[in-house]
């Protein structure tokens, strides 16, 4: 019973960190695989392995080393010094993500609901502060919460989009895809792959200290399958609507529409959801490094943090997203490449191990 569930406490934490505003939108999986019609199924499978390899990867680098916080696996990936260079961009791309986020959560506001932008600014502010004022158990606790109710209702809302409604009234859409997509769908799984991987990196090192080596492993991988699923899930709801939702920012809310009004209440709240669920992911990963660099109480960090993320979430999030993720996406790749040839040397030589050790027992 334990076992099942740490395992279930490590997955809750790595869909939340990766299902955030844009996985919710729908966006993210419009521009990295809707577009590449038939081929972006390819992209969703290739994807999924990805998360559950390099899922299982980290944990079993984070209790090989004893290490609950990413900075120091960085450093020992990278070395001190570009592991120091390589911690301060991923926190300012942490610190950019709050911003970015409590401008989502001021968008849903006032272009859904039709109230201030402001308000859902200063909503999210104070529902992430709430919610983190307990640290680490706080990030943890509200995951547990969060994810499961966001989860179901994507699940609910995709999985009647792609059979609940008839198929003669969509539109095919293998005849749409992006000029010279032929192969591409590679490359974009794997950028997609990297700037999610690298927010989940924060939220997952920290689970190190509440599972088993081998929880921790099989956690993160069934979490990344599970998150495969999701995203192969919403690429076959969203390419039913093809090319209309290739036109809207937040293609989700439209086919959400297209069942019901409720349906699309019911999908602004899941989409809000996953806008707060990863300013945690953010906020979290980014105090936790600041209050240990200046020694301060996480608590005081945690509010000057988030108040001095506010002028930047009064920007459109259009245009932080248009900015801020290509980067963080090449940063990502770095971060993956480094993971795969320290750990995965490591993994491979620890299986040989095993296979050897019963192959000679078995001689035995």
């Avoid at 030589?349 to 192959?359: A, G, K, P, V």
């Amino acid at each position: 019973m334990l076992h099942s569930r740490a395992r279930l406490m490590l997955v809750s934490g790595y869909l939340g960190a990766v299902i955030g505003a844009g996985f919710a939108s729908g966006q993210e999986i419009v521009q990295f695989f809707v577009v590449y019609g038939g081929s972006g199924i390819k992209g969703c499978i290739l994807a999924g392995t990805l998360f559950a390899l390099l899922g299982g990867i980290l944990l079993s680098g984070a209790h090989r080393y004893k290490k609950s916080n990413y900075q120091n696996l960085l450093q020992i990936w990278l070395g001190e010094r570009i592991g120091s260079i390589f911690d301060i961009l991923l926190a300012l791309f942490l610190f950019l993500g709050i911003s970015t986020m409590l401008s989502a959560s001021g968008a849903v506001f006032y272009e859904h609901l039709y109230l201030p932008k402001v308000m859902g600014v200063l909503l999210g502010y104070c529902l992430v502060i709430l919610l983190l004022f307990i640290g680490k158990n706080g990030l943890i606790i509200s995951y547990n919460v969060l994810v499961p109710i966001k989860i179901a209702l994507l699940l609910i809302i995709s999985g009647y989009i792609c059979w609940g409604i008839p198929q003669e009234e969509m539109v095919s859409y293998v005849a749409f895809e992006v000029p010279g997509g032929q192969g591409r769908w590679v490359l974009s799984a794997i950028l997609y792959v990297a700037y999610n991987f690298s927010l989940a990196m924060v939220v997952l090192t920290e689970y190190q200290t509440v599972t088993s080596r081998r929880d921790g492993i099989m956690g993160a991988i069934l979490g990344g399958f599970i998150l495969g699923v999701l995203v192969l899930l919403n690429y076959l709801a969203l390419t039913r609507f093809m090319p209309t939702v290739i036109h809207y920012q937040v293609p989700m809310l439209y086919i959400s529409g297209q069942i019901s009004p409720l349906t699309k209440s019911v999908y602004t709240l899941v989409l809000w959801i996953g806008i707060i669920t990863t300013a945690i992911a953010n906020a979290y990963g980014f105090t936790q490094r600041v209050a240990h660099l200046l020694k301060i109480r996480f608590q005081v960090c945690l509010i000057v943090c988030m108040t001095l993320a506010l002028p930047l979430a009064m920007l459109s999030f259009s245009q932080l997203v248009g900015t801020i993720y290509p980067l963080f996406g090449l940063l990502g790749i770095l971060l993956l490449l480094s993971l795969l040839l320290k750990e995965g040397k490591d993994i491979v030589r620890e299986i040989y191990y095993n296979i050897e050790q019963l192959y000679r027992t078995r001689r035995r």
